[in-house]
């Protein structure tokens, strides 16, 4: 459905007098499959924007080829617009125009008629939950229901590849995951591909069935989620100890079972009286660390099991955390560095990355005798 | 075909919005208005030095470029907050022509100050204006033309800028020697030499010259030559700028 080779977009950008050119997207290949809904994941800047503002037709690729829905995004422009629906960060709608009407306008766009978009357009509201608001002004909906009025917007012709550029940024919780609903839907109920980008580790892991991680404008992993999380070397377990003075012996007996220290990630972790490292396969490895533990008479206030998170993928490949990344590009943006690769790519709403998704098992222990 | 439904969709849409918030059509109209009541009797003890009948028929159409010119700048400032709120990116990945798109605006702005126009041809028959329908309706389009041009400018301006605290000033830094040599209040014929001549560099006073002209039944080839010729070019100058805006990446 999607397909592109050696991607690149550069920019030029001015500081004073002093023009430099940014490469936004540095030599993107992708290839995404009918009915496969993807995620582009990556921080603020990391060129997941104009990627997907390139496959949209609205930037002409600076190098390489791409087609979309079999067309190609430069020379058969128009029929990759008419295949597509694009869900942008901004929206689409006017805030003091009525919803419907700019629904149905836009769906005119595409050459559909009045009383088809209409009805298309009632039948949407109704499964996106916006009855009663055909009427009402964006600028008077909450952000979930504005936010599903730009789904709408992004479906009324009945597209069967869908692009959502940071779907959820700047929703709370519950809209948040009401939203996931509707894009799960979209596969559910149209068969369609979706093709989503987003800087929310939950997000990705949550909707999609494979995972693009995307960094510095290149692409540095694919894969589902659980194969992503299997590269990490193993699962993060973190002892508390009572007593901070047998520190040591816990060290070693952690250490003698945990992974060495490798792609960015440390080997035993010593912070109080938590001490943590990484295990292959947790789960059997703990009864066999609890004995041994035991037997030193070390207690332990809890023990923690985190199954590798999206983060922690995103570290190995990249040897820095996605938060890092994100805080380092918001901070270099705010400097006004040329070296922030995607000027495409401002924060619109809510730029901070949301707590990653991970699986905690937590045994807690209050003696060395259990 | 499509080029003119697409148009038409984008036309029907923006009018619906101006009716829905018509205070800038009601300044807009107001302002000529004013001008025509306030400003129009200081004219009348001056018409003789004019060297025409009637301080009205002299001054209308002059107040008619102004209000195409004025007006069809600040169409701009709209579209910046379309712009703001997603929805030129949202029109622009639709298979619509980019073209369509800025027409469809235009078509606004154009019958928007069309109604203006027959607001102040009718307010200057009643007070007094001499015109023969003919050249009525030659100056008319004429200044429809050229708000049309102005208009896209205007659109253009606002894509490229991308700020209403930007084009302001740029406006002004305009619309002043635009103003002041065109001859749009008082005739460049009254002032010095070296004023006549800087005005003849001036492209909307040879549009002000024509529609004046048209208005008193003064077909003279050169005038009306002049004054056609500038405004289809700054027309077409305008759509070609404002089209090839509407299709820039970064719009």
């Not at chain 1, 030193?296 to 040897?319: C, K, N």
């Not at chain 1, 400097?335 to 990355?353: H, L, Q």
Request: contains cysteine; hydrophobic residues 45%.
């Amino acid at each position: 459905m999607i397909h592109a080779r050696g991607l690149v977009k550069t920019f030029q950008t001015r500081q004073g007098r002093e023009k430099t050119e940014v490469e936004a997207v540095a030599g993107v290949d992708l290839d995404i499959a009918e009915g496969e809904v993807v995620g582009f994941l990556g921080p603020n800047g990391a060129g997941k924007t104009t990627t997907l503002r390139m496959l949209t037709t609205l930037l002409r690729p600076t190098a390489g080829e791409a087609t979309v829905a079999g067309y190609d995004v430069v020379r058969d422009a128009v029929q990759v617009r008419r295949s597509i629906g694009y869900v942008s960060q901004t929206g689409g709608t006017f805030s003091g125009a009525r919803a419907g009407e700019e629904v149905m306008d836009h769906g005119m766009l595409y050459g559909r008629s009045r009383k088809e978009v209409e009805a298309r357009g009632r039948e949407l509201f109704a499964q996106l939950e916006l009855d009663g608001l055909w009427n009402r002004m964006p600028k008077t909906m909450s952000g979930g229901q504005k936010r599903r009025l730009d789904i709408v917007m992004g479906l009324i012709h009945e597209p069967t590849l869908v692009f959502l550029d940071e779907p959820t940024t700047g929703l709370d919780p519950q809209a948040r995951a009401n939203l996931w609903q509707h894009i799960a839907d979209l596969r559910r109920r149209r068969g369609a591909t979706v093709f989503l980008t987003t800087h929310y580790l939950d997000e990705a892991d949550a909707l999609s069935d494979r995972i693009m991680i995307i960094d510095r404008g290149r692409i540095v992993a694919a894969d589902t989620s659980e194969n992503l999380k299997a590269q990490v070397a193993g699962d993060l377990v973190d002892l508390e100890i009572v007593d901070e003075s047998q520190r040591a012996i816990a060290v070693e007996k952690l250490g003698s079972i945990a992974e060495p220290p490798r792609h960015g990630l440390p080997g035993v972790e010593v912070d109080g009286t938590h001490v943590r490292a990484r295990l292959q396969r947790a789960g059997r490895a703990i009864p066999g660390l609890l004995r041994d533990l035991d037997r030193s008479s070390i207690a332990l206030d809890s023990i923690e099991v985190h199954r590798p998170t999206l983060d922690d993928v995103f570290l190995t490949l990249t040897g820095r955390s996605l938060r890092d990344a994100e805080d380092a590009a918001e901070a270099a943006a705010a400097a006004g560095d040329p070296d922030v690769p995607d000027p495409a790519e401002a924060p619109t709403g809510d730029s901070s990355a949301a707590p990653a998704h991970d699986e905690t098992h937590a045994y807690t222990r209050t003696g060395a005798d259990q | 075909m499509r080029f003119l439904r697409d148009s038409f969709i984008v036309f029907r849409r923006q009018l619906r919005m101006n009716l829905r918030n018509p205070a800038w059509v009601i300044i807009g109209a107001l302002q000529p208005v004013l001008y025509l009541l306030l400003f129009g009797p200081l004219l009348t003890p001056l018409v003789d030095q004019f060297g025409v009948d009637n301080a009205y028929t002299f001054f209308v159409p002059g107040l008619l470029v102004q209000l195409g010119i004025f007006g069809a700048f600040f169409a701009g400032f709209s579209l910046i907050g379309e712009w703001r709120e997603g929805v030129i990116e949202a029109e622009r990945v639709t298979p619509a022509s980019r073209t369509a798109l800025l027409v469809g605006r235009l078509g606004r702005d154009v019958l928007q100050l069309f109604v203006q126009a027959l607001i102040l041809v009718a307010l200057g028959y009643v007070m007094g204006m001499n015109a023969s329908i003919q050249g009525l309706a030659i100056g008319v389009v004429l200044t429809l033309l050229i708000g049309g041009a102005c208009a896209a400018a205007s659109n253009a301006l606002a894509l490229t800028t991308k700020s209403e605290d930007v084009m302001a000033p740029v406006i002004n830094m305009v619309m002043m020697p635009v103003l002041l040599l065109s001859g749009i209040l008082l005739p460049m014929t009254i002032g010095p030499q070296w004023l006549q001549d800087a005005s003849e560099f001036m492209p909307i006073r040879h549009v002000v010259d024509a529609v004046r002209g048209s208005f008193v039944g003064d077909f003279a080839m050169s005038t009306m030559m002049w004054g056609t010729v500038w405004t289809l070019l700054l027309f077409g100058l305008a759509l070609w700028w404002g089209t090839r805006t509407f299709r820039k990446e970064n719009a």
